[in-house]
């Protein structure tokens, strides 16, 4: 099994930058998802169990980074030029028994408690 710790979180202005971590124990395929008050938990980015292949929703590319560092267990979000939208819950994802980045959320198996991030006006 795996166990997730997401960390920093916080608040952040629009246009900043904020980077996000998890503690991974195992070294699978894992996601970042995130939740906005009254919607659906939804993709934002994932990566491949080397760390090779990245996957973005279109929502993020060009602004959002994942990346991961198997050594320490680590996987990071960062995030840059940030919009209030983006405000949301943001979750950390694992993959058991798969390694191919994907943005449903329906395979991942194991989940962090989350960590909030606020971006303001």
């Known amino acids: 099994q795996v166990q997730l710790v997401e960390s920093g979180g916080g608040l952040v202005q629009a246009g900043g930058s904020l980077r996000l971590s998890c503690a991974a124990s195992g070294q699978y395929a894992m996601g970042w998802f995130r939740q906005a008050t009254g919607k659906e938990r939804e993709f934002v980015a994932a990566i491949s169990w080397s760390g090779r292949s990245t996957y973005y929703a279109d929502s993020v590319k060009g602004r959002f980074t994942i990346s991961r560092d198997n050594d320490k267990g680590t996987v990071h979000l960062q995030m840059n030029s940030v919009k209030p939208e983006d405000t949301a819950v943001y979750y950390c994802?694992?993959?058991?028994?798969?390694?191919?980045?994907?943005?449903?959320?329906?395979?991942?198996?194991?989940w962090g408690q989350g960590t909030q991030v606020t971006v303001s006006s």
């Open positions: 994802g694992a993959q058991n028994g798969r390694y191919t980045p994907t943005s449903n959320k329906g395979l991942y198996d194991y």
